[in-house]
């Protein structure tokens, strides 16, 4: 099946630092998600991508659709404490199944 | 408004057993889709029923069965459990059955022993 390998697995930064996370494909989405899961709950979706180059925002999260269709990449500026999680890249194949990556965990050290 | 439910919150089972978990989508969604998260990975699709119609399946064996009710809660089944079926179960719900808008609830703790 799919692989969506993300990288690094993970992270300890400094509070204030900016993150940067990737995600790439053995074959082509053409919709990428950036999900955050918290300990005990479900992942929460924070930026949707739609085209291949697309470059979106949502607060201090950025998020880019690769122009291969192959990857995708989550920057996070000035992290905060909050900022803990595990954030996944996912997305649907042509056939309507979905896929999430291998997930990068991130921890801020205040 | 309520988000996506899911019950039991835990439940403790032992290899060969049947267990049944259950999920309300968000009012007016008609997608149910689930998955299963093993510890320390991401979630892995298992189905989307889509107006009480299976959708999409992944690649889970046949001892895992879904359905939807008329009122778009669903269930999840299993069959012979396996210790390895030990993982958080995931339901999400959408409106349409596009996935990429699709909430997710906090999930039902299974553990096989």
């Known amino acids: 099946g799919q692989q969506l390998n993300q990288s690094p697995q993970s992270m300890f930064i400094q509070e204030g630092e900016d993150v940067s996370m990737n995600c790439t494909s053995s074959?082509?989405?053409?919709?990428w998600l950036w999900y955050k899961q918290d300990p005990g709950e479900g992942p929460v979706l924070l930026i949707a991508?739609?085209?291949?180059?697309e470059l979106t925002s949502n607060g201090r999260l950025t998020a880019q659709f690769g122009i291969t269709r192959k990857d995708s990449f989550l920057n996070i500026s000035a992290s905060i404490p909050s900022d803990v999680g595990i954030y996944f890249c996912?997305?649907?194949?042509?056939?309507?199944?979905?896929?999430f990556g291998t997930g990068t965990s991130l921890t801020v050290i205040p | 408004d309520a988000g996506v439910t899911q019950s039991p919150t835990h439940l403790i089972k032992t290899r060969g057993q049947h267990v049944t978990l259950r999920c309300s989508p968000i009012?007016?969604?008609?997608?149910v889709s689930w998955y299963q998260q093993v510890l320390g990975q991401g979630p892995q699709f298992i189905f989307q029923?889509?107006?009480?119609?299976?959708?999409g399946r992944g690649n889970f064996p046949d001892r895992f069965s879904a359905r939807q009710f008329p009122n778009y809660s669903s269930e999840l089944n299993v069959n012979a459990l396996l210790l390895g079926d030990s993982a958080l179960y995931l339901c999400?719900?959408?409106?349409?059955?596009?996935?990429?808008?699709?909430?997710f609830g906090p999930g039902t703790r299974l553990t096989v022993l």
């Open positions: 009012s007016g969604h008609k997608s």
């Open positions: 991508l739609y085209k291949a180059g």
């Open positions: 029923y889509y107006e009480k119609e299976e959708r």
């Open positions: 999400a719900s959408s409106l349409g059955v596009r996935t990429d808008t699709q909430y």
């Open positions: 996912a997305g649907p194949n042509t056939g309507n199944q979905f896929y």
């Open positions: 074959s082509i989405f053409n919709t």
